[in-house]
T-cell receptor, first 112, second 114 residues
Framework: GDSVTQMEGPVTLSEEAFLTINCTYT??????LFWYVQYPGEGLQLLLK?????DKGSNKGFEATYRKETTSFHLEKGSVQVSDSAVYFC???????????FGTGTRLQVTL | NAGVTQTPKFQVLKTGQSMTLQCAQD?????MSWYRQDPGMGLRLIHY???????DQGEVPNGYNVSRSTTEDFPLRLLSAAPSQTSVYFC?????????????FGPGTRLTVT
């Protein structure tokens, strides 16, 4: 079945550092790929997405590129802020379906 | 719009008790789903619905029932709670119009079964 693997956390960075959170997936066909973010005490909200190979999703300075050849969707940000501290989830949805398969989540802590 | 709302925010049950977690959305979304979030396991799909009157099982459906009598509401029922159902439960909805549809999540219900 479909699965998503993302790097273990927590990830602790100083403000303005470069962020990479790795995500790889296993799926049949051509899934859509997502990054969701969960701030403390809240539900998840969509950060960015990509629906086909070589698409780049971007939002709030975060980027991720859909790499079919390496089945990856790594999340990057050039300069993190304390307000980016949250748990980040990589997820996929098969074809045109809405059912999401999530990774285990990566907690990011940004310090001054 | 209120978006996706869930009640209650917190609940403590004894083993064997029953309860219903409520979920409602005011965005006229056809697709709704329930997930549970456990440490180190991400979110796992319990049940989902593609429209009123239509429901289906997700990855971890055992011990849970759902129904969808209206577009707006999608309650999750625990018939006989077990400690293994201690978790944070999230309801989500989306318009489900093709690839990449965004899901909107509620704030969650934290359930403890003793």
């Amino acid at each position: 079945g479909d699965s998503v693997t993302q790097m273990e956390g927590p990830v602790t960075l100083s403000e303005e550092a470069f962020l990479t959170i790795n995500c790889t997936y296993t799926a049949t066909g051509y899934p859509s790929l997502f990054w969701y973010v969960q701030y403390p005490g809240e539900g998840l909200q969509l950060l960015l997405k990509a629906t086909k190979a070589d698409d780049k999703g971007s939002n709030k300075g975060f980027e991720a590129t859909y790499r079919k050849e390496t089945t990856s969707f790594h999340l990057e940000k050039g300069s993190v802020q304390v307000s980016d501290s949250a748990v980040y989830f990589c997820a996929l949805a098969p074809g045109t379906a809405s059912k999401l398969t999530f990774g285990t989540g990566t907690r990011l802590q940004v310090t001054l | 719009n209120a978006g996706v709302t869930q009640t209650p925010k917190f609940q403590v049950l004894k083993t064997g008790q029953s309860m219903t977690l409520q979920c409602a959305q005011d965005m006229n979304h056809e697709y709704m789903s329930w997930y549970r979030q456990d440490p180190g396991m991400g979110l796992r799909l319990i049940h989902y619905s593609v429209g009123a009157g239509i429901t289906d099982q997700g990855e971890v459906p055992n011990g849970y029932n759902v129904s969808r009598s209206t577009t707006e509401d999608f309650p999750l029922r625990l018939l006989s709670a077990a400690p293994s159902q201690t978790s944070v439960y999230f309801c989500a909805s989306s318009y489900d119009r093709g690839r990449g549809a965004e899901q909107y999540f509620g704030p969650g219900t934290r359930l403890t079964v003793t």
